[in-house]
């Protein structure tokens, strides 16, 4: 990837050029496609997956059937083994069956008899980030067994992050008897359904997965009979992995490291829509009408780059207000579009810089730090999806 690095020369005040700007933007695309080949959710048959030999401990019996019998599952419950699953609430955690009706095992209280289940597994897991777009080793954890009944069901909702590195979430379907219980993924005003084995009349007779990346909303919808039960894993880069710009200041953040997720395919999609196909960008550079205004900028500051992103912001997406440099990690790591940070001295009127941040991390040219530090020194804004 090669810097982008996009100097407002302010020698010009009007030399904010929209072309240039969409020029570099379309490199950004470009050098993005191979690395956003897949999709923000993927699923299906998991015919490489063993019947893992799986015990509810203190659920009552024996190895859960393949396919998973509705009994066994009604047992747990009534053991007292599986507990009401709750759902974030802001900071709380809270439980109400009209958001959520489903149960839960912790991992602790699993058994898996069944040697052969983590490799196969590590495959699926493979084939799951691969269909996802995201290169390199990830790592399942299992986050919880979910039981639903009839009327289970979890409302759209978008799952929290588990720690540093984690982008994805991993559902594998066990194969039991059930109709509705699908699994909707939402995603740029696109939809992926996975219904697993759910509504078919063959019997299951092999788990079913489905992989989203965490942030997508998705909601499942009630079972409408039978029993549902799934096994939900958190898919994460390795710290080894994420360790992308060598800064371990940023990887102690865990924020700068977050792989090629959801937002880079927004911003693909995004930056495409926004600049046209590329090529076009440069054919902007006589087209005087497409520049901002010279009175559309504002003073010689960083406030003039900001004036010009507002100008350059697409239809169906807006500017979130300026803030310091302190909070921007934070801000980028959950902005689903591009992040511009945008730096200048006021105390110097020249020049005034702008860094593209894009991928989770920043791709910039180290200018003059001493700009970075300091109150007033700094602000960014960042553009993202309405
Ligand atoms: O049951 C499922 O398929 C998904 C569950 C879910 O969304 C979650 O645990 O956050
Ligand atoms: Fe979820």
């Known amino acids: 990837m090669s810097y982008c690095y996009i100097n407002y020369d302010s020698g010009d005040n009007n030399c904010i050029d929209r072309s240039y700007v969409a020029e570099r933007l379309c490199d950004i695309a470009n050098n993005l496609t191979p690395a956003v080949a897949g999709h923000f959710a993927a699923g299906g048959p998991a015919a490489g997956l063993p019947n893992p030999l799986l ?54 209280q699993l058994t898996w008899d069944n040697p052969a289940w983590d490799g196969a597994l590590q495959a ?20 919880n067994l979910l039981l639903y009944r009839l009327g289970g069901h979890f409302a759209a909702h978008t799952d929290t992050e588990k720690g540093a590195g984690m982008f994805a979430t991993l559902v594998v379907t066990l194969p039991s008897v059930f109709t509705g219980g699908r699994l909707l993924v939402r995603h740029n005003g696109e939809e992926e359904t996975f219904a697993g084995y759910a509504d078919r009349s063959e019997v299951p007779t092999a788990p079913y997965w489905a992989a989203y990346y965490s ?37 102690a953040e865990g924020v700068l490291s977050t792989p090629p997720v959801r937002k880079e395919l927004t911003t693909i999609l995004t930056l495409r829509g926004w600049l046209g196909a590329p090529g076009q960008a440069n054919s902007d550079s006589d087209d005087d009408a497409s520049r901002p205004a010279a ?12 004036a010009a992103v507002r100008a350059l912001t697409p239809e169906g997406m807006e500017m ?57 020194h700094t602000a960014w804004t960042t553009v993202v999806r309405k």
Do not use: M
């Open 55 to 108: 015990r509810v401990v203190g659920g009552g019996g024996d190895y859960l059937g393949w396919p998973v019998g509705g009994a066994q599952v009604d047992a747990a419950i009534a053991a007292g083994a599986a507990t009401r699953a709750p759902y974030g609430l802001g900071e709380a955690t809270v439980t109400n069956a009209v958001v959520r009706d489903s149960w839960k095992v912790l991992p602790g």
């Open 124 to 143: 699926l897991v493979r084939e799951a980030a691969a269909a996802l777009g995201v290169p390199g080793p990830v790592t399942a954890a299992l986050h």
């Open 215 to 251: 942030d997508c909303e998705h909601e499942v919808t009630p079972v409408t009979g039978g029993h549902r039960v799934v096994l939900v894993y958190n898919l994460t880069r390795p710290p080894a992995d994420r360790d992308s710009d060598g800064d371990p200041a940023n990887d």
């Open 295 to 306: 009175a559309d900028l504002g003073p010689p500051s960083w406030v003039r780059g900001t």
């Open 320 to 376: 979130v207000p300026s803030g310091n440099d302190g909070d921007l990690p934070t801000r980028w790591y959950r902005t689903y579009g591009l992040v511009v940070a945008l730096a200048g001295a006021p105390n110097r009127a020249d020049p005034t810089y702008g860094w593209y941040f894009v991928r989770g991390r920043e791709e910039r040219e180290y200018g003059d730090t001493a700009q970075w530090s300091g109150p007033g």
